[in-house]
């Protein structure tokens, strides 16, 4: 099943994932921000499945997730699906760069180790990393 095998490449020990490659840029908490660590996702759309519709417009479906392991206990997870449907022209500019997907948790200060995932949810394809923060 496709959800257990996502969960499984979001384990802290699971290797990274690069069906579905991506750059993330993380912002840490501020007034900006809300007081929430943001992950900015740019996922590469030539590893992405995209289905022309009915009308005319180019679909995608993807699933971000950000899971924030703290030192011990229980990961703080963020997780949402972003649909994509887009015209020709926007869907060539997309083509010449990213897609992009964002979440944000509320994090307390302290050392997290972050896994980021992202899963096409036509394909089934999957892209997993970690990396580490300091929330101050």
Partial sequence: MVTHQFSDALSLTA???TAITFQAAVTMPSEKTQNKLVVNFG???HTLYFQRGPDDLQHASVSCVVWAYPAKGDPIRAEGQTNAALKPD???????????CSRSLSLKPGPYTLRLGVLD???NLIGATSTHVNVP
Avoid at 90 to 100: D, G, I, N, W
């Fill in 121 to 123: 949810n036509n394909s």
């Fill in 43 to 45: 996922l590469d759309p």
């Fill in 15 to 17: 290797p990274a994932a």
């Fill in 90 to 100: 926007v869907f060539q500019q997309v083509m010449a760069s990213y897609l992009p």
